[in-house]
């Protein structure tokens, strides 16, 4: 059974750091694009950050170029988002998805085509 599993959210103050994790089991990513989206309270959810990970191409949405860092981790089957400088607006459920009809890292991030959202994990910027 093919799965994703976010962790890795949390409490953390503006400013600060946080990595989420994403784990892949039943499939691993090599084909795939894997993208980072978010859903603040109020408001739409947002791609932040993908990964074609078969030519290794990434987008980010510019509120968080700079600051934030997509990765992968091949013998772990694992992409990483690094999230440095955090602010309070950055508040939201972070979801983790991954694709593999060969979209690109830019129109996974800004037009996925997600049938069934997963839990997400909770990201908290707050004093």
């Known amino acids: 059974q093919e799965r994703l599993v976010e962790s890795g959210g949390g409490l953390v103050q503006p400013g600060g750091s946080l990595r989420l994790s994403c784990a892949a089991s039943g499939f691993t990513f090599d084909h795939y694009t894997i993208g980072w989206f978010r859903q603040a309270p109020g408001k739409e959810r947002e791609g932040v950050s993908c990964?074609?990970?078969?030519?290794?191409?990434?987008y980010y949405a510019d509120s968080v170029k700079g600051r934030f860092t997509i990765s992968r981790d091949i013998a772990k089957n694992t992409v990483y988002l690094q999230m440095n400088s955090l602010k309070h607006e950055e508040t939201a459920v972070y979801y983790c998805?991954?694709?593999?009809?060969?979209?690109?890292?830019?129109?996974?991030?800004?037009?996925?085509?997600?049938?069934?959202w997963g839990q997400g994990t909770q990201v908290t910027v707050s004093s």
């Open positions: 990964l074609d990970a078969s030519n290794g191409n990434t």
């Open positions: 998805e991954a694709d593999w009809r060969d979209y690109s890292a830019y129109l996974f991030c800004t037009e996925p085509d997600v049938d069934s």
